[in-house]
């Protein structure tokens, strides 16, 4: 069963999803999924990191539409990415960095919606594209292949032997600071951070003071059991932070 | 296909909307979709643009439920409104505004849920009734056709051959002031806004500074890149704005 | 026809719900419905009145899957109880207080995603076996019975000749107070609120200053038109509040 998965940065308190779903739904019966609308305004980076933890997750034939795109109406590409039977629509402004397949520019003006806007193609052009895909279009449909896809300013961790070097790539609404450090790729077997210092690792989200502890996506997170780790530590998105033995 | 779309203002932290989800599933297998529950409390003029922007891009057989009623429990009516093959279940408070179409009193209460509440009809009258339009009840049988519907306290832009005076109706997450002036309608050219003065017209939401850009209803916006308009000029919603020849 | 209906406290900013979703959408074609995903971070007590306030408008075979987690990989468990039809599977940490059924203990590790994580029951343990129910799976293949599920620390209503003492359950996004004083319970005819002290009795949200209104679950509530009586009165959730004849 094919279905169109939504991934916005518009909430729902303005007209812009609502309209969306009517545009797909005017068009196929395919179940319309919200996965979330409430990525921050204009933040691609947090929905690059929203995908890579999300997606995996579904199964084949999700049509995941991604419109998280602060550059609407600039000559920035629409691609759709083909990963193993997933089918990713995005802008192509580095929301997609994680997401490997192979990729279609987005140039068949017949499928959008005629006099479209230029300011809301996510009702113009992303909703009509993602309801002919889940009807059956194939991707080759849509344009020609697309290279070279924009990717996020971003530095995969570092695993040393004494040392790992990562960033701090999402803060969830629980407070807790999630790395990007994989437990599995960390060469030693007892580990610590380095600053601020945290020693105590816990398999559980409970005890006094920040510990670490091993998320949901397999990475190191530093968290405070019923608060918010982020408030705490004055933590933020984007610091680096550095794994040592212990 | 028939569908259910909700649009309230009862958020999603409280029991309102589950509630009234699990009544329409109790009735109908037809899908129920989430329009919103974003609207803010009370905020009838927001719900009547809402629904003028949104509700178009549905298809025909979209029961569109509408609960945002500050006079629940009073003697307000309850009216259905067939509008092109789309209905419209809402308190009749103004909501309505700008649905054009056949209206009937909703009345007939062996449909509504036995010994129910005077204060959450979203649940024992809005839910059950819509269920019953899910499943084909034609709106004649409600109850009698109704006239006169509430209307916003609302004055329509004028549009002179040297000056178009509208109103910021709306404005929406990322601080976009959108006005009711519509581009089309405009007997100039070129424009430019008069107070706040601003000249610069974009078609993409980029550059330096505050500037014009024609939104996705195809009326002025006042629009900031990667900002809140709003917030930076001070403007708000109801504030009348005058558009004159650039 | 079974469906799952989400409760969580996950808010969807983060990809937890979507990751939710990803599984059960891989192992059913049973309609997910999304009741809540903002109950308060942690707030166990919020989302058992949410249940309470919720689950009964909703028909058999809905699969209530509730994830208010703070113990999430201790040693507590994970419970499923059935109860008239409906099925709620749920940590067992006094969410369920108000759920009456057969209960079962979630240990059939089968069913689980392999090499889950400690952190993330949701997606690992909750949603898999969501979808197995909803699939068909009894109950009784989940693990033994159990007795004993924790309570919230929660005292119920005093209703005397005289007088009724009961708690402020809830505040709702409007700022009414909900008592869980139920009005077919009072003994006497009319009544009043002692301190503050309310004399108006309303059946609608109108009048001037605060009055006492019979909410939709058949219960007292304190309330002001158009405004918070949470704000206006200082009053919070778990503050006692006790009705006497007027």
């Given at each position: 069963m094919r279905r169109v998965g939504l991934i916005t940065d518009f909430g729902t308190r303005d007209p812009y999803?609502?309209?969306?779903?009517?545009?797909?739904a005017s068009r196929t019966e395919a179940p319309i999924v919200d996965c979330t609308h409430e990525i921050a305004p204009f933040d691609v980076w947090e929905a690059a990191f929203y995908i890579r933890a999300m997606a995996r997750w579904w199964p084949d034939g999700t049509i995941f539409t991604v419109v998280v795109d602060p550059?609407?109406?600039?000559?920035?590409r629409i691609v759709a990415v083909d990963s193993a039977g997933q089918i990713f629509l995005?802008?192509?402004?580095?929301?997609?960095?994680?997401?490997?397949?192979?990729?279609?520019?987005?140039?068949?003006?017949?499928?959008?919606l005629p006099d479209g806007s230029t300011t809301f193609h996510g009702r113009d052009r992303f909703a009509p594209v993602a309801a002919a895909l889940a009807n059956g279009l194939s991707i080759e449909q849509l344009g020609p292949r697309a290279d070279d896809l924009v990717?996020?300013?971003y530095t995969a961790p570092a695993y040393d032997r004494r040392r790992v070097d990562g960033t701090i790539v999402a803060i969830d609404r629980f407070g807790n600071l999630i790395t990007d450090i994989e437990r599995s790729h960390i060469p030693f077997a007892a580990f610590a951070l380095q600053a601020p210092s945290i020693a105590r690792v816990s398999t559980t989200y409970s005890g006094e003071g920040p510990f670490l502890i091993i998320g949901s996506t397999g990475c190191v997170e530093?968290?405070?059991?019923?608060?918010?780790?982020?408030?705490?530590?004055?933590l933020k998105?984007?610091?680096?932070?550095?794994?040592?033995?212990a």
């Open positions: 999803v609502g309209a969306m779903k009517g545009v797909i550059g609407v109406g600039t000559p920035r995005a802008p192509d402004n580095g929301v997609l960095t994680f997401v490997i397949g192979i990729a279609h520019s987005v140039e068949n003006e017949s499928l959008f990717r996020l300013d530093i968290s405070i059991a019923a608060a918010s780790a982020a408030t705490a530590l004055k998105r984007g610091d680096r932070v550095t794994v040592v033995p």
